[in-house]
């Protein structure tokens, strides 16, 4: 009998985060059960790469079919494997967001086959992504002794990313309020995955009247997160639809995914009629502008506070020296 390529992981001990490498979003997923990370190779490749999602893709391609040929062991024990050409091609596979918001396999590896992987990727960032690596085991390590630490990096790293405080704090209310929601769905025994995937959808589609897919063409997005690139407004509306969801599941218990469905539309609704009066007294709820743009309109706006700041510092010295 012919063994599958891949062996696919359940994902009810997994949960999918991104992780930062020098403002570069890597897949990654937690495994509760053997406690280590899962991350996407081709976004690993693509880094030390400096290519795109389709070249890196490509890259890996290629690179598979030359480490079988060598016989590597980069996902197997030499000694354990009776034949050497599964040992390549018999990597994990895990589902993860895509950029159509939807979850699909993605080839994944963890620490040690990464260290493997890399030594077969030549790149500059070899030894900065190794140090990557060691310090994101580590920090895992620490937010399960103290989960507080999770949040404290989040706003690190928004705030490397050039967000503003007031950005910062609506998104980490968001992220609880998320959590909350999640709660919900997963006494109703939603599953996490293709299951959150829809009912989120359905959350989007019903306050905004978009796709999570199309909201994110309609920002200019790719493999982004689709919240990190909403405006303080986008963030309000969406936590109020979430909000609203787990308040009424809360109330009624759901007790499968139809019923939850249910209850995501009727939340969602609440946070449509929401927008709907907001944009009728003239105000603009959904925003085409994605972080990076939000980032530079941030920038203006302190280079111009800065320079209003110093005209009426300049004022204010002029008048002092006619008194």
């Known amino acids: 009998m012919v063994k599958p390529a891949c062996n696919q992981q359940p994902l009810c001990i997994m949960k999918n985060n991104i992780q930062l490498f020098n403002k570069f979003n890597i897949r990654s997923v937690w495994d509760k059960e053997q406690e280590k990370w899962w991350f996407s190779i081709i976004d690993i490749i693509a880094i030390l790469t400096d290519s795109d999602y389709q070249a890196a893709r490509k890259y890996w391609k290629v690179l598979k079919g030359r480490l079988k040929d060598e016989g590597s062991w980069l996902f197997g024990n030499s000694e354990e494997s009776e034949n050497k050409d599964e040992l390549v ?3 994990y596979q895990l589902k993860m967001s895509a950029a159509d918001g939807k979850y699909y396999n993605t080839d994944v590896a963890d620490t040690e086959q990464i260290l493997r992987l890399i030594q ?3 790149s500059k ?7 990557w690596l060691a310090q994101v085991g580590r920090e895992r390590i620490d937010e399960t002794i103290d989960p507080e630490l999770s949040i404290d990096r989040a706003v690190q790293n928004y705030r490397q990313l050039g967000y ?7 998104r980490i209310k968001s992220i609880e309020v998320r959590k909350s929601l999640t709660d919900e769905w997963d006494k109703a025994g939603v599953k996490q995955g293709k299951e959150y995937a829809l009912l989120t959808d359905l959350m989007t589609k019903t306050w905004s009247g978009m796709t999570t897919k199309q909201y994110k063409r309609h920002k200019s997005l790719k ?5 990190d690139n909403m405006t303080n407004l986008e963030l309000i509306i969406n936590m109020l639809s979430e909000a609203t969801t787990t308040e009424l599941s809360a109330k009624n218990n759901p007790k499968d995914l139809t019923e939850s469905a249910q209850m995501a539309h009727a939340g969602a609704t609440v946070a449509k009629n929401a927008r709907l009066e907001i944009e009728k007294k003239g105000g603009e709820v959904i925003s085409p502008q994605n972080a990076k743009q939000l980032g ?3 920038k203006f706006e302190i280079s111009e506070h800065l320079e209003t700041s110093k005209k009426t510092e300049k004022k204010a010295g002029k008048s002092k020296k006619k008194k």
């Not at 960032?125 to 140090?131: G, L, Q, R, Y």
């Not at 493999?223 to 919240?227: G, I, Q």
């Open 223 to 227: 493999m982004e997160n689709l919240r």
């Open 296 to 298: 530079q309109r941030n």
């Open 125 to 131: 960032k070899a030894e900065p992504f190794k140090m």
């Open 164 to 170: 503003s405080e007031n950005w910062i704090n609506q």
């Open 89 to 91: 091609t018999n990597c």
């Open 120 to 122: 077969s990727v030549p």
